[in-house]
């Protein structure tokens, strides 16, 4: 119930920010704003203050803001131009102003999360996975290369507890610093006793304990745990300026990152012409649940209250502010539905003075939202297959 609660909190805290970034543009530039919802629809409660209705809704997700002349098909675009408190009415940067007001909110937001993470953290960031090959271009980094990010059922390493987020520093007192040395110091040691000194990546503390475990052997004869190894960075910004600038400079390199994986599943998808290299990189509500309810787990087991109590903070401020950007980067695309797709037909607009018909353009983000709806129930059935 714990991790319900807290995933809901999030989730509605990233789109009720969202959506007040519009609402409070939209207010700004005389656009009327006829509701602004908490959750989604069915409608439980509302109050109308002034123009708007300020409603809670059933499903406690998110929340929405509904703008005279977006998604609307009210009579024609010459009628609707006439009102100048309809969106159609305004000009192209004021459109864009609103439909970019979302997506601002969201990077401060996670500006100001980052900026808390790292004036608790001691300005150093938490484990960053290596997706690809990728310089941030802020902090001083420190690559991990003999991290765990997967243990094989029922291997020796799953038997002796090893979990994703340890690393191997020691085999056997020889130190280990990527998957060669890792299989190199196990090639020869198939069904004989070996000593692994295994720190905690996840913590900042860096908890070292060692494990005896017997490897099995492979195929071709040789000494295997069942772990997969990957890298991983750690950026650290307690030098100089970068400690008072730290939000925004994490903000950049969590941001440009997570758009270097992006366009890298979705040349792959292209390369393959399948969408499963694209809906394997994403998680979906049932994948941040999973998310959050492994760090309620794994702060529970901590012995220290107060270890426990900085460890579930930062991990779930840290969550937090990367489903921000996350939200910022998605809404940014340029496709139908999203605020990126409106942002696109409104530079249209700019550049040849013409306006799509407003019939023609519900059309095409109809489009989007049945393509990003389809998307989304691959992501949720890739997310419960990996839960179960």
């Known amino acids: 119930m714990v991790a319900i609660a807290i995933f809901i909190l999030i989730f509605s805290l990233l789109v009720i920010i969202h959506e007040f970034g519009h609402f409070i543009v939209a207010k700004k530039l005389g656009v009327r704003v006829d509701e602004f919802g908490f959750g ?18 059933l499903l406690p997700f998110g929340g929405f803001v509904q703008l005279l002349g977006v998604d609307e098909n009210e009579g024609p675009v010459a ?39 790292f004036s608790i953290s001691g300005y150093k960031s938490s484990l960053i996975p290596l997706i690809s090959d990728y310089r941030f271009k802020y902090g001083e980094v420190s690559k991990l290369s003999n991290l765990i990010v997967d243990v094989q059922d029922n291997s020796p390493a799953a038997q002796e507890d090893l979990v994703p987020g340890e690393a191997i520093i020691e085999i ?48 071709a004869g040789e000494g295997i745990i069942g772990v997969y190894i990957g890298e991983a960075v750690n950026i650290d910004y307690s030098r100089g300026s970068s400690k008072y600038l730290a939000g925004p400079m994490h903000s950049y390199n969590m941001l440009a990152y997570s758009a270097n994986v992006i366009g890298t599943l979705f040349q792959s998808s292209l390369a393959y012409k399948s969408l499963e290299p694209v809906s394997s990189g994403f998680s979906g509500p049932v994948g941040i649940y ?11 087991q901590l012995e220290n209250p107060a270890q426990r109590v900085q460890v579930l903070t930062l991990a779930l401020i840290d969550l937090t502010a990367l489903l921000s950007l996350s939200l ?9 539905a999203l605020d990126g797709g409106r942002v696109v037909f409104v530079i249209f607009e700019a550049i040849t003075k013409k306006q799509i018909s407003q019939a023609a353009e519900m059309r095409i983000h109809k489009f989007g939202i049945i393509f990003l709806m389809g998307l989304l129930a691959l992501v949720t059935v890739k997310d419960l297959l990996n839960i179960f």
């Open 40 to 57: 989604m629809p069915p409608r439980i409660f509302g109050k109308k203050v002034g123009e708007t209705i300020y409603s809670i809704n």
């Open 172 to 219: 056997d007192q020889i130190p280990v610093y990527n998957i060669g040395d890792i299989q190199a110091a196990l090639r020869n040691k198939a069904g004989q006793a070996v000593t692994l000194l295994i720190t905690d990546a996840r913590s900042s503390e860096y908890n070292v304990r060692k494990v005896e475990i017997t490897p099995s052997s492979n195929q």
């Open 290 to 300: 999973s998310v959050v309810k492994g760090i309620i787990a794994y702060a529970s």
């Open 328 to 336: 910022a980067l998605l809404n940014a695309m340029p496709f139908p």
């Open 79 to 117: 009628e609707a131009k006439k009102n100048p408190r309809n969106f159609l009415s305004k000009k192209p940067f004021q459109k864009l102003a609103i439909l970019l007001g979302g997506v601002i909110m969201n990077l401060l937001l996670a500006f100001v999360l980052y900026a808390v993470f």
